[in-house]
Antibody, heavy 120, light 107 residues
Framework: EVQLVESGGDLVQPGGSLRLSCEAS????????MNWVRRAPGKGLEWVANIKQDGNEKYYVDSVKGRFTVSRDNDKNTLYLQMNSLRVEDSAVFYC?????????????WGQGTLVTVSS | ERVMTQSPATLSVSPGERVTLFCNAS??????LAWYQQRPGQAPRLLIY???NRAAGIPARFSGSGSGTEFTFTISSLQSEDFTVYYC?????????FGQGTKVEIK
């Protein structure tokens, strides 16, 4: 059974940093593009970033470029999101999602999410 | 970025009824469209990808159609567990973008 388990969410002050992790199991992690998607309170879903199987291609939504970094460790079956210079508007539940078998950017499987709150 | 617009925002229907949801893209996205179900406090669940392909394990009462800019999602006979929120998402262009959701509620 495919499982994605996020961790690392916390309360952090504006300007602070946080690293999220997503531990994957039940599938061959190194074969799939992986993604981070977030949902801010009372708002819709927003695709944040994704990363190719070998980690050599990464893409970010404009609102996080230069502040967030996605990475992966295929030996540990783990996806990461390093978030710096956090803003109040970054507060959200962050989900990791596995892309489809063809590599397309849709979320075939999702974790339960981890809550990030940015507040003073 | 592609703006996805879902309609209606809310649908009030009775169990057993057929329901159709709509999703419109601001520019063409070919057939690169997915539909998700999200229950409160849960992660999104993929129902449809490629506009009309059911994901593994998804019941046949869920179906999708369309291409380009206009898409539909149908639940042929609503079950109690289907009363929740549904999102469309295009993945033809970066960044992937979601509609704002349609809430299907019990009439």
């Amino acid at each position: 059974e495919v499982q994605l388990v996020e961790s690392g969410g916390d309360l952090v002050q504006p300007g602070g940093s946080l690293r999220l992790s997503c531990e994957a199991s039940g599938f061959n992690f190194r074969d799939y593009w992986m993604n981070w998607v977030r949902r801010a309170p009372g708002k819709g879903l927003e695709w944040v970033a994704n990363i190719k199987q070998d980690g050599n291609e990464k893409y970010y939504v404009d609102s996080v470029k230069g502040r967030f970094t996605v990475s992966r460790d295929n030996d540990k079956n783990t996806l990461y999101l390093q978030m710096n210079s956090l803003r109040v508007e970054d507060s959200a539940v962050f989900y990791c999602a596995r892309s489809g078998d063809e590599g397309y950017d849709y979320g075939a499987k999702w974790g339960q999410g981890t809550l990030v709150t940015v507040s003073s | 970025e592609r703006v996805m617009t879902q309609s209606p925002a809310t649908l009030s229907v009775s169990p057993g009824e057929r329901v159709t949801l709509f999703c419109n893209a601001s520019q063409g996205v070919n057939s690169n469209l997915a539909w998700y179900q999200q229950r409160p406090g849960q992660a999104p669940r993929l129902l449809i990808y490629g506009a009309s392909n059911r994901a593994a394990g998804i019941p046949a009462r869920f179906s999708g159609s369309g291409s380009g800019t206009e898409f539909t999602f149908t639940i042929s006979s609503l079950q109690s567990e289907d009363f929740t929120v549904y999102y469309c998402q295009q993945y033809n262009n970066w960044p992937p973008t979601f509609g704002q959701g349609t809430k299907v509620e019990i009439k």
